[in-house]
C-alpha cells in the first residue's frame, strides 16, 4: 500500500502570500494518479487538480501542481482569504485510492 | 448538473448495521466506477470501497473488508454501502464520490455533501 505524508501539518499564512504544500509517496506514484483537493469546514472535499498538474473545472490559476516520482507539490501563488482551509493529495491506485492526512492552510 | 445525494446515515449500536445509498444524476452513471470515502470527526480523508462501472471490480479498505459491501443498481441510478458489525471507529461522515478518467489521469471529481454515521452505545 503506498502511504502518502503531507507537510507541514499546518502552514500559518496572510492573505496574498505564496503557499507551497508538500506531499511525498512512499513509493513512486504515476502522475497521472496524483490528485489535490481542497475541503473547508462543513463542506465535502472539492477536485482542485489531478493528474498531477492539471486544474479541474472553474479552478482559478493560482493554483498549480508539479511533481513527479514520489515528490509531489500543490502551490497557492496569492492566497485569497477563501483559499484558508484544508489540502489533501490522493493517489489514484489500480485496486484503492489513499489520501494523505492533510495540510491545514490557516491565517497568520 | 452531477449530483450526489447521499442517505441512510444514522446513530446505530456497535455490532449493528447499517445501509447507505448514493443517489446520482445528471450523467450516465452506468459509465463510472464509484467511491465510499469517510471521514471520522476531525480526521482526514479514508477511502472505504470503490465499484467499477459494472459491479466487475472491487475493492476495499482493510479497515472494512469482511465487514462492508458496496454495490450498484444502474437502473436506479444509485450506490450503496451495506455496513455490518459496526465499531465506534467507523464512526464518521460517509460521502460517495465519483471517479473519472480522462485524458490517462484519474481522480474523484465530484463528492455528495455526505451522511453521518455514529456507532455508539
Known amino acids: 500500500e503506498i502511504v502518502l505524508t503531507q507537510s507541514p501539518g499546518t502552514l500559518s499564512l496572510s492573505p496574498g502570500e505564496r503557499a507551497t504544500l508538500s506531499c511525498r509517496a512512499s513509493?513512486?506514484?504515476?502522475?497521472?494518479?496524483l490528485a489535490w483537493y481542497q475541503q473547508k469546514p462543513g463542506q465535502a472535499p472539492r477536485l482542485l487538480i489531478y493528474g498531477a498538474s492539471s486544474r479541474a473545472t472553474g479552478i482559478p490559476d493560482r493554483f498549480s501542481g508539479s511533481g513527479s516520482g514520489t515528490d509531489f507539490t500543490l502551490t497557492i501563488s496569492r492566497l485569497e482569504p477563501e483559499d484558508f482551509a484544508v489540502y489533501y493529495c490522493?493517489?489514484?491506485?489500480?485496486?484503492?485510492?489513499?489520501f494523505g492526512q492533510g495540510t491545514k492552510v490557516e491565517i497568520k | 448538473e452531477v449530483q450526489l445525494v447521499e442517505s441512510g446515515g444514522g446513530l446505530v449500536k456497535p455490532g449493528g448495521s447499517l445501509r447507505l445509498s448514493c443517489a446520482a444524476s445528471g450523467f450516465t452513471f452506468s459509465s463510472y466506477s464509484m467511491n465510499w470515502v469517510r471521514q471520522a470527526p476531525g480526521k482526514g480523508l479514508e477511502w472505504v470501497s470503490s465499484i467499477s462501472s459494472s459491479s466487475s471490480y472491487i475493492y476495499y479498505a482493510d479497515s472494512v473488508k469482511g465487514r462492508f459491501t458496496i454495490s450498484r443498481d444502474n437502473a436506479k441510478n444509485s450506490l450503496y454501502l451495506q455496513m455490518n458489525s459496526l465499531r465506534a471507529e467507523d464512526t464518521a461522515v460517509y460521502y460517495c464520490?465519483?471517479?473519472?478518467?480522462?485524458?490517462?489521469?484519474?481522480?474523484?471529481?465530484?463528492w455528495g455533501q455526505g451522511t453521518l454515521v455514529t456507532v455508539s452505545s
Open positions: 513509493q513512486s506514484v504515476s502522475s497521472s494518479y
Open positions: 464520490a465519483r471517479d473519472s478518467c480522462s485524458g490517462g489521469s484519474c481522480s474523484l471529481d465530484y
Open positions: 490522493q493517489q489514484y491506485g489500480s485496486s484503492e485510492r489513499t
